[in-house]
């Protein structure tokens, strides 16, 4: 069973970088989709980034901005977020499972997840 843990949220400004990081314990995301996503105050959940097989998948709210990124041992997934708005604000979460292409955009298809963390854009 996997368990996952993100961090690196915090407090930037408008125009600032901020890298998040999620580890995974107890079993590796190996030959699952891991995905990146974010849910503001009074909003749904919203897709961000995927990596799958080799492939990025992106929100286009976030492409051109953020990255994602994973290690070779997947145990570590990374999303590189840069030129932040503060309409980036929200709790980020990872999660993991085995999802097909068509719905990797869904927050349903995901059956492992982080508690989240907190990024807040100041403007």
């Known amino acids: 069973q996997t368990q996952l843990v993100e961090s690196g949220g915090g407090l930037v400004q408008a125009g600032d970088s901020l890298r998040l990081s999620c580890v995974a314990s107890?079993?590796?995301?190996?030959?699952?989709?891991m995905g990146w996503f974010r849910q503001a105050p009074g909003k749904e959940r919203e897709f961000i980034a995927a990596f799958k097989s080799g492939n990025t998948y992106y929100a286009d709210s976030v492409k051109g901005r953020f990255t994602i990124t994973t290690d070779n041992a997947k145990i570590t997934s990374y999303l590189q977020m840069s030129s932040l708005k503060p309409e980036d604000t929200a709790v980020y979460y990872c999660?993991?499972?085995?999802?097909?292409?068509?719905?990797?955009?869904?927050?349903?298809?995901?059956?492992?997840w982080g508690q989240g963390t907190q990024v807040t854009v100041s403007s």
């Open positions: 999660a993991v499972g085995n999802v097909i292409t068509s719905q990797i955009r869904q927050s349903q298809s995901y059956t492992t």
């Open positions: 107890g079993r590796t995301f190996s030959g699952r989709v």
